[in-house]
Structure formats: structure tokens, C-alpha cells
């Protein structure tokens, strides 16, 4: 089985080199987090309150731009990492099977989506929503896709695990408080619409595709075909790996418990 959502990348350079997209996507979260936590003279709440979703500054002052700048900003830490913890896990594979453009497209689009289908269902709420939570459902929405009519892109065991995981997700949308439910759900909708388009002439992910573009990137430089099979400093333990699926599955319902509590 390729591992879709293990990340086997040797260090954070070659994670940044395989997957700029989803890189910069990361950093953008963690920056505009610190920005509105942080820099003084009240930039931060200002930037956060113009950039943040509401409704009724879109239906009553056509504030447009409430539509995508929600996919960019977060609430606490827990938030800021929960997300990105979530494109690390998922956006690389889809990065690579998509390309760039039409990995950047899908994500914001999926989250527009979210941020609209929320709109429509209440265009004078007074609430303020933000996250990338949208975009994230619009991923996982492709995924399903995939599962269910493009089955030559993802085998059975990734089928199972992302498909688990979306399911412990979309329970935990409807139990966890201060959640924006219509924009998981849209987005997911989205996700799962843009489908046929978005997987039209796609290739199934593979880590020797990224081995070819580093080694074709270095000139001069000899590729040694045992790099990936050397020994690393830390391994993982065979009864971790066997069980790593359910690990993760386990932190993500605990996160969301302790959403709930605090």
C-alpha cells in the first residue's frame, strides 16, 4: 500500500521543495495567527474583525471579500494547529495528484463554497465565523470521490483510513460546540462536486515522482537509489506502525472531547 497520509519527506526542506503549496498555506495560518495575537496597537483585532466571515456585513454592506478571507484565519492555537496538522496530513498527496494551480483552485474554491453555502442559510446572522475547516471538508471531499468513482487513484487501505477519519470528523462537526457546521458540510459538497473536474487526467500519487523531481532539480548531483531504504536515526515501532491509523483516529476524538470541556 503507498502511504498517502504518512509523510516519509526526510526533513522539512524536502516537505517544503515536494508540497509549496500546502507549505505556504501552513505558513500563512501560523503568521496571521501570531498577527492578530501579538502585534499591538490593536492590528490584530482589526485585522481580524474586517477579514473574519459575517453575514450581515456581506448582505447589508456588500462586503464581498468576507468570503475568502475566513479560510485564512483561525481562533486559538488549537485551531491554528488543528488545521494545519490537517493539511500536513492530507494536502500533500493531493498536491502532488492535482499539481499546484489546480490544488491551490480546489482549496479555495471548496472554501468559498463552505463560506457561501453558509451565507445562504443565514445572510443577516450576526456571528463571526472564521477557519479553514471549508476547505479542509472540500479535500476530504475529494477524497470521497475518489473512493467512490475513481477507484484506480486511491487503493483500499488509504480509502479506508481517510474515509474513517472524515466520519469521525462529521460526527465530531455536530457534537463539538462553536463549530460552523454549514460551512464543514458545504465545503464537503463542494469538495465532492468539483470531483470530475478535478480529477480529470490525474495520476495516482507516488513517492518516486517526487524522488524524480529532486534528483532532476540537482545537477551534477548522482542520485544513490538506497536513500530511501537507508536506516533512519528513529524509527517507528513496528507495533505503532501496525496500530498508527487508530492512534491518529484516537488523538483526533480526543481533541475534539477536549474542545468540548474548555
Excluded: C
Excluded at 471548496?110 to 472564521?130: Q, R
Excluded at 471549508?134 to 476530504?140: P, V
Excluded at 515501532?237 to 496500530?243: A, E, L
Amino acid at each position: 500500500m503507498i502511504k498517502l497520509f504518512i509523510r516519509t519527506e526526510r526533513s522539512i526542506k524536502d516537505f517544503i521543495y515536494f508540497y509549496p503549496i500546502v507549505s505556504i498555506l501552513i505558513v500563512i495560518n501560523i503568521l496571521l495567527w501570531f498577527i492578530v495575537h501579538f502585534l499591538p496597537f490593536d492590528f490584530g483585532a482589526y485585522l481580524f474583525y474586517s477579514g473574519a466571515g459575517h453575514n450581515f456585513s456581506i448582505h447589508e454592506y456588500g462586503e464581498y471579500w468576507r468570503i475568502i478571507t475566513p479560510i485564512f484565519l483561525h481562533g486559538d492555537l488549537m485551531h491554528t494547529i488543528f488545521n494545519s496538522f490537517a493539511l500536513v496530513l492530507f494536502g500533500p498527496a493531493l498536491e502532488q495528484m492535482l499539481g499546484k494551480f489546480k490544488f491551490i483552485i480546489a482549496y479555495l474554491l471548496t472554501g468559498i463554497i463552505g463560506n457561501i453555502g453558509t451565507y445562504l442559510v443565514n445572510p443577516t446572522s450576526m456571528t463571526f465565523h472564521i477557519g479553514a475547516s471549508g476547505a479542509i471538508y472540500g479535500i476530504f471531499g475529494i477524497y470521497i470521490f475518489m473512493v467512490l468513482f475513481r477507484k484506480h487513484l486511491i487503493d483500499a487501505g488509504n480509502a479506508q483510513i481517510v474515509t474513517t477519519i472524515f466520519f469521525i470528523g462529521l460526527v465530531m462537526t455536530f457534537i463539538r460546540p462553536g463549530i460552523n457546521i454549514f460551512a464543514h458540510v458545504f465545503g464537503f459538497i463542494g469538495g465532492v462536486a468539483i470531483g470530475p473536474l478535478i480529477l480529470n487526467n490525474v495520476q495516482p500519487f507516488s513517492i518516486y515522482r517526487n524522488v524524480r523531481r529532486q534528483t532532476s532539480s540537482s545537477a551534477g548531483v548522482q542520485f544513490d537509489p538506497n536513500r530511501w531504504s537507508r536506516k533512519r536515526r528513529f524509527t517507528i515501532p513496528p507495533k505503532i506502525k501496525k496500530n498508527l491509523l487508530w492512534i491518529i483516529i484516537g488523538g483526533l476524538v480526543i481533541l475534539g472531547l477536549l474542545g468540548r470541556l474548555f
